[in-house]
């Protein structure tokens, strides 16, 4: 099993431009969710999925959409990057804690820089 | 907002000494988990706790929860320089939908050979 996987794991974009992350997960898992890290900030909630087709915004939404066709994928874009949006982006994944326990696997992150 | 405070941020000790840090939260909780992070990587569970435990153990590490503080600690026992790295508190909140945990700002640990 590979897990929680990321692509890409860097970036740098120019302000204005647009890109995707992508987050793959083999597991099986019911919900994922898309993080940023900050320095002193610790991980803030971007977006979020409890099921293939839903989404729901987290504590920082605003200039990200996100998606989820498939039950393993879940997609984060930017359509036009801001400096703002220089950090750590993690992918995390989960069963609900309906079925089993709600511990998080994360993704390796992927590293933006927004010039 | 962040629903977990470590305490304290940084801890620095020898290997082989004790390694304790603290968590504080605001709302009634499901359950706390701790996370570890090592530098330039993702973030790995390490243990949970629910709300109506107050002691766990798994290896070398205690973890604590007293709800009526709202407070929990990881201790790390005979500490290692592999565990170095640093620590998160989360908060699952009760009535919270997603099953989403809220993240606390972390204790960075180092260990000294």
């Known amino acids: 099993n590979a897990g929680v996987t990321q692509t890409p794991k860097f970036r740098v974009l120019k302000t204005g431009q647009s890109m995707t992350l992508l987050c793959a997960q083999d597991?099986?898992?019911?919900?994922m969710y898309w993080y940023r890290q900050d320095p002193g900030m610790g991980l803030r909630l971007i977006h979020y999925?409890?099921?293939?087709?839903?989404?729901a915004k987290g504590e920082v939404p605003d200039g990200y959409n996100v998606s989820r066709l498939k039950k393993q994928n879940f997609l984060l874009g930017l359509e036009s990057a801001a400096p703002s949006q220089t950090s750590v982006y993690f992918c995390a994944s989960s069963y609900s804690s309906g079925t089993r326990g709600n511990e998080q696997f994360f993704g390796p992150g992927t590293r933006l820089t927004v010039l | 907002s962040q629903q977990g405070e470590e305490d304290p941020q940084a801890l620095s000790i020898q290997e082989g000494e004790n390694a304790t840090m603290n968590c504080s939260y605001k709302?009634?909780?499901?359950?706390l988990q701790w996370y570890r992070q090592n530098s330039g990587r993702g973030l790995v569970h390490l243990i949970l706790?629910?709300?109506?435990?107050r002691e766990k153990h798994s290896g070398r590490l205690r973890v604590t929860l007293d709800t009526s503080k709202k407070s929990s600690s990881l201790l790390i026992t005979a500490s290692r320089a592999a565990d170095t790295a640093s620590y998160f508190c989360?908060?699952?909140?009760?009535?919270?939908?997603?099953?989403?945990?809220?993240f606390g700002t972390g204790t960075r640990l180092a260990v000294r050979p």
């Open positions: 709302t009634s909780i499901n359950n």
């Open positions: 597991m099986n898992h019911e919900y």
């Open positions: 989360a908060t699952d909140a009760l009535l919270s939908s997603g099953d989403k945990l809220t």
């Open positions: 706790i629910r709300s109506n435990e």
């Open positions: 999925s409890v099921g293939e087709g839903t989404t």
